[in-house]
Nanobody, 129 residues
């Protein structure tokens, strides 16, 4: 079955960096999209960054552009989220997600929660001021 395992969360001071990893198994890794989401206490889950695995196309939400970078290592079936210049408001549980088996019009990379059908368990990121 499909499994997504996140790692790399932790505590960091404002201005610091963390890199999250998500390793996928149980399906053909190259045939889908991968995304990173987060959910802070009392807030809805929001999409941060996504990548079209087959073409390496990416998309970002405005609040993380220039600070976060999504990338992948096909040989390891792993997607990363490099987070720099972290702020206290980045504190949340971060989730990796996979969109498997869905097709979109040319160039579109999904970043909405309902567009993803498999989810990891989440990893906590805490940024202190």
């Amino acid at each position: 079955q499909v499994q997504l395992v996140e790692s790399g969360g932790g505590s960091v001071q404002a201005g610091g960096s963390l890199r999250l990893s998500c390793t996928a198994s149980g399906y053909t890794y190259s045939s889908n999209y991968m995304g990173w989401f987060r959910q802070a206490p009392g807030k809805e889950r929001e999409g941060l960054a996504a990548i079209w695995v087959g073409r390496n196309s990416t998309t970002y939400t405005d609040s993380v552009k220039g600070r976060f970078t999504i990338s992948q290592d096909n040989a390891k079936n792993t997607v990363y989220l490099q987070m720099n210049s972290l702020k206290p408001e980045d504190t949340a549980v971060y989730y990796c997600a996979a969109n498997i088996g869905r097709a979109y019009s040319s160039g579109y990379v999904p970043l909405l929660e309902y567009e993803y059908n498999y989810w990891g368990q989440g990893t906590q990121v805490t940024v202190s001021s």
